[in-house]
């Protein structure tokens, strides 16, 4: 594995739970790291726990501009907007990452702003149902998938570009995050399927199970907590990462009510058989968890080593995409 | 807190998960306690570690008769019938209890076989996806609600009915579990929300997320890995469960389909607004919460004291089914 190095200071705007971790694990690692958080309350806590960190936007990029900083955008989706215009005006030259659940809207409000050759989409697999500077923690992207996008690949791109794509990179491995490439639409289809739609039957499971009322409540174990687990996400924050992935979760939802409506057939039937669905999904689960990093800590994903801007290495990041593999630059 | 203990021996038929991790704490607790096992190899390796096991079921039954023990059915529901005809010729006088997830359909083959009086039902809702003896361990049954059913008291029980429930009631008190009363319909309405429709809704997802191929595997993270993660059951075990219990569960599913339904409905629209799924979902869970047991170990159940076979116990019981409070007997 090469030794990750980042090659320039790293600034983030909004200090919840995954901006607040990445502050934390940089901040141990010696990166010179700054941040803005909009709430007074997160960034006084910050403060009191030593972290440069301020609630003055321009300010924090005014100084991101002078140190030629790498900025990632760590808020909720709906802020990324007046973000951007903040860092055309204030950080004209920096180049910038989000770390945002869905990442085709992202593109599309940055390349309407003319600024797709300083942008590399990134999004982190990680997270808890808490939310917010309270909930941040160091390691909390210890073997994490996280998602660096390439589209801008294709454009021509400039030698800045592909150095602020190693740096994003770098920015993910030195947090100890396994990077997978990935195109926006690719990975917006992926989420849809193992997160936007979990967070959804989520939201199903917990009102009918709490329709059964306070029995069915008192004898709800396992199953039940674990299924519903991230219904206790803040509303806004699953509204908010649904709602702009729209067309992908509406594929993958029409999918899982398919699923349903022929089990429900099947369970009602004479025959009143669920072997299509239980066997498929049980073989479905043990794919996965092959997949997924053991108890050993071992990753499943397969690793694709590559040298960022060598000729053939978008047919590389295409190659990584379809495996899902994770990356090694050198 | 009543101290509980049990007037006679236990003999548990089925050492799985629930039935082995039975024998391990009552064993634990000096409770006299023997076993049978169909499968030779779970047999042996509970004999190798010291527990009296056998597999000959004429031989466990003619013992549990001589020693007026209390059987536990510990078996999956489709051997229930079996040993049920084995328990009428082989233990005629035994009181039994059983642990399998569905109490209708048991309750049925009992009352076809005239054995209403020497039977209360049983489910303690405590597992992993994982089953067989290698399962099991001790403790598995700490702080786990453990339904024991009383439909018979409406009968005009005898007193050896009223002191054989009093023993199940100990028996479940004695492993640390937390003992619920509910007939039989109302806790399989129960079970079918809070347990067999998150089984049918992880089993979709896995499906789901697997169709979105190596990518969406290897993105997959804790929401994906925890709303799946009784997909790994046996899928022997959940067909059995679920299909025993198809009226219930069709209710359950019906309801959900139809949340489901209508938020797609709200996300395909030009509001694009699934606010009423979220926002409701979100509160189900914190009541759920409330309920479940926090980390500080201390259960959210309410609690009721009762004398069993004392006059309006009958009402009490119903008292707490309807609020899921678990009993204190004295």
Same mark, same amino acid.
């Given at each position: 594995?090469?030794?990750?190095?980042?090659?320039?200071? *790293?600034?983030?705007?909004?200090?919840?739970?995954?901006?607040?971790?990445?502050?934390?694990?940089?901040?141990?690692?010696? @990166?010179?790291?700054?941040?803005?958080?909009?709430?007074?309350?997160?960034?006084?806590? !910050?403060?009191?726990?030593?972290?440069?960190?301020?609630?003055?936007? *321009? +300010? @924090?990029? %005014?100084?991101?501009?002078? $140190?030629? !900083?790498?900025?990632?955008?760590?808020? /909720? =989706?709906?802020?990324?907007?007046?973000?951007?215009?903040?860092?055309?005006?204030?950080?004209?030259?920096?180049?910038?990452?989000?770390?945002?659940?869905?990442?085709?809207?992202?593109?599309?409000?940055?390349?309407?702003?003319? =600024?797709?050759?300083?942008?590399?989409?990134?999004? /982190? =697999?990680?997270? $808890?149902?808490?939310?917010?500077?309270?909930?941040?923690?160091?390691?909390?992207?210890?073997?994490?998938?996280? @998602?660096?996008?390439?589209?801008? !690949?294709?454009?021509?791109?400039?030698?800045?570009?592909?150095?602020?794509?190693?740096?994003? *990179?770098?920015?993910?491995?030195?947090?100890? &995050?396994?990077?997978?490439?990935?195109?926006?639409? &690719?990975?917006?289809?992926? @989420?849809?399927?193992?997160?936007?739609?979990?967070?959804?039957?989520?939201?199903?499971?917990?009102?009918?199970?709490?329709?059964?009322?306070?029995?069915?409540?008192?004898?709800?174990?396992?199953?039940?907590?674990?299924?519903?687990?991230?219904?206790?996400?803040?509303?806004?924050?699953?509204?908010?990462?649904?709602?702009?992935?729209?067309? &992908?979760?509406?594929?993958?939802?029409?999918? +899982?009510?398919?699923?349903?409506?022929? &089990?429900?057939?099947?369970?009602?039937? /004479? %025959?009143?058989?669920?072997?299509?669905?239980?066997?498929?999904?049980?073989?479905?689960?043990?794919?996965?968890?092959?997949?997924?990093?053991?108890?050993?800590?071992?990753?499943?994903?397969?690793?694709?080593?590559?040298?960022?801007?060598?000729?053939?290495?978008?047919?590389?990041?295409?190659?990584?995409?379809?495996?899902?593999?994770?990356?090694?630059?050198?």
């Amino acid at each position: 594995m090469t030794i990750s190095k980042i090659s320039r200071p *790293v600034c983030i705007l909004g200090l919840g739970l995954i901006g607040g971790s990445l502050l934390r694990d940089l901040s141990a690692l010696d @990166v010179e790291v700054f941040g803005f958080n909009r709430s007074p309350s997160g960034a006084t806590a !910050a403060q009191e726990e030593g972290f440069d960190v301020t609630t003055d936007l *321009v +300010a @924090v990029l %005014e100084r991101a501009a002078t $140190t030629d !900083a790498l900025i990632v955008l760590a808020t /909720p =989706m709906p802020a990324i907007a007046s973000l951007l215009d903040a860092i055309a005006t204030h950080a004209p030259n920096c180049g910038f990452t989000d770390v945002v659940s869905v990442k085709a809207e992202v593109y599309s409000l940055v390349c309407d702003r003319g =600024m797709a050759d300083r942008y590399v989409g990134g999004h /982190p =697999m990680a997270g $808890t149902a808490d939310s917010g500077w309270p909930a941040s923690m160091t390691g909390l992207f210890k073997g994490a998938a996280w @998602v660096v996008t390439f589209d801008h !690949a294709y454009d021509d791109p400039t030698d800045t570009w592909i150095s602020l794509w190693i740096d994003v *990179v770098h920015l993910a491995t030195l947090v100890g &995050a396994e990077v997978i490439p990935s195109r926006v639409s &690719a990975h917006d289809q992926a @989420v849809a399927r193992i997160s936007h739609l979990p967070h959804i039957f989520a939201e199903a499971l917990a009102i009918t199970g709490d329709n059964g009322g306070a029995l069915a409540l008192s004898l709800a174990a396992g199953s039940f907590r674990d299924s519903t687990r991230v219904a206790g996400t803040h509303p806004s924050l699953v509204q908010a990462m649904c709602e702009t992935n729209r067309d &992908a979760l509406l594929i993958a939802l029409d999918e +899982a009510l398919e699923l349903l409506s022929d &089990a429900r057939a099947h369970l009602a039937s /004479p %025959e009143n058989d669920l072997s299509l669905l239980i066997d498929t999904g049980y073989r479905s689960r043990i794919r996965y968890e092959a997949r997924a990093a053991g108890s050993s800590g071992i990753s499943g994903r397969p690793i694709l080593r590559l040298h960022p801007g060598a000729p053939g290495w978008v047919s590389q990041l295409e190659q990584a995409e379809n495996l899902g593999a994770r990356i090694d630059v050198f």
